[in-house]
């Protein structure tokens, strides 16, 4: 058994010397100490051996294998280094720069998300974030959205399990940060969406939103505008005008749309803002009684506003983009540009 043993590390070390490609020597390699070889075959049968050679004649193997994988390993290398040697004779300049890899961006929506959050941390308010994955109570009951609501509908929202739904707006953050806190509060968050919208020019089932809110002792409408107008005169330029349209949302009373001046034809009537001269950004309002009840909050003690934007739709009027798609395609060519 012992004189087997020599003769398999003889014939192999042999075959390693003659080896002169990769292809040769990895076919030596699973000749000799490959599952079928000869060495692994006789490890197999070494119960065929008497008790009292048996230790000897594992070590020996052993030890045969581990010098043969270490020579295999060393015999790699070699050829390696031999084969990556540039033939300066082919005319190859090896003094030339190499090729840097491209350098990575941040994604567009990220960029601006966080140029608005800025905005908003200069003018004291905190960073908040919530769970993408809700239940029925902060996405809708708490906000005063009514069971028999149409965006309650699974039609329109992303049901998980019974009562257990993704987000489909920021504003349950609301609800937790004044479950926790109590007042002054003054809180802006951003963060992922999902809603069951066919995806078009305009829509995505998943966008991002940004939620903003301030609850104390006397806030009024006048607070609520005179923030948007630094927000809107940071983000698009101090020339921006600023407007109210009522509206209606379940969570604040009374509630505006708010309409900034195009700022493509600078409130002169184009194709975007459909020669109106105004187009919608956001919608925002006092926080009703009833959410802030909700939360325990006593409406005869304090008041607050709340407003919310697309961050997509948002940047789709800062860049003049008219597809909101191409924020979601990976297009380098597109994303390059940011």
Not at 11 to 29: C, D, N, P, Q, Y
Not at 135 to 150: S, V
Request: with cysteine.
């Amino acid at each position: 058994m012992k004189e087997k043993l020599e003769n398999i590390k003889k014939e192999a070390v042999e075959g390693l010397e003659k080896a002169s490609t990769i292809e040769e020597l990895e076919k030596l390699r699973v000749k000799y100490l490959g599952r079928k070889g000869p060495l692994t075959q006789l490890l197999r049968n070494l119960k065929d051996v008497s008790p009292e050679e048996r230790p000897l004649i594992g070590k020996m193997a052993n030890s045969i294998k581990e010098s043969l994988e270490e020579s295999f390993s060393r015999k790699l290398n070699l050829i390696r280094k031999r084969e990556r040697k540039i033939d300066l004779s082919q005319g190859e300049d090896i003094t030339l720069p190499g090729r840097r890899p491209q350098m990575g961006t941040i994604h567009p929506i990220t960029q601006l998300s966080n140029e608005i959050i800025d905005i908003f941390l200069k003018m004291g308010f905190f960073l908040a974030e919530g769970p993408e994955i809700e239940t029925e109570y902060y996405n809708f009951e708490a906000l005063n959205t009514p069971p028999d609501h149409p965006v309650r509908d699974t039609q329109d929202s992303f049901y998980l399990a019974e009562k257990t739904i993704l987000r489909t707006q920021t504003s349950p953050v609301q609800i937790r940060v004044m479950e926790k806190f109590k007042p002054p509060v003054r809180i802006v968050s951003a963060g992922r969406c999902f809603r069951r919208d066919a995806t078009d020019a305009s829509h995505t089932p998943m966008f991002h939103q940004m939620e903003v809110f301030q609850v104390d002792k006397g806030i009024t409408f006048a607070h609520l505008k005179g923030v948007l107008e630094v927000f809107v005169q940071s983000f698009f330029g101090r020339k921006t005008k600023l407007r109210f349209r009522p509206s209606f949302f379940p969570f604040t009373e009374p509630s505006a749309e708010i309409d900034i001046s195009c700022v493509i034809c600078q409130g002169k009537g184009c194709p975007v803002c459909r020669k109106k001269g105004w187009l919608e950004i956001l919608g925002s309002g006092m926080i009703d009684p009833f959410v802030l009840k909700t939360v325990g909050y006593d409406p005869e003690k304090v008041s607050g506003y709340a407003f919310g934007m697309g961050i997509e739709r948002i940047a789709m009027l800062k860049y003049g983009i008219d597809d909101i798609r191409l924020f979601f395609e990976n297009d380098l060519r597109f994303l390059r540009q940011f």
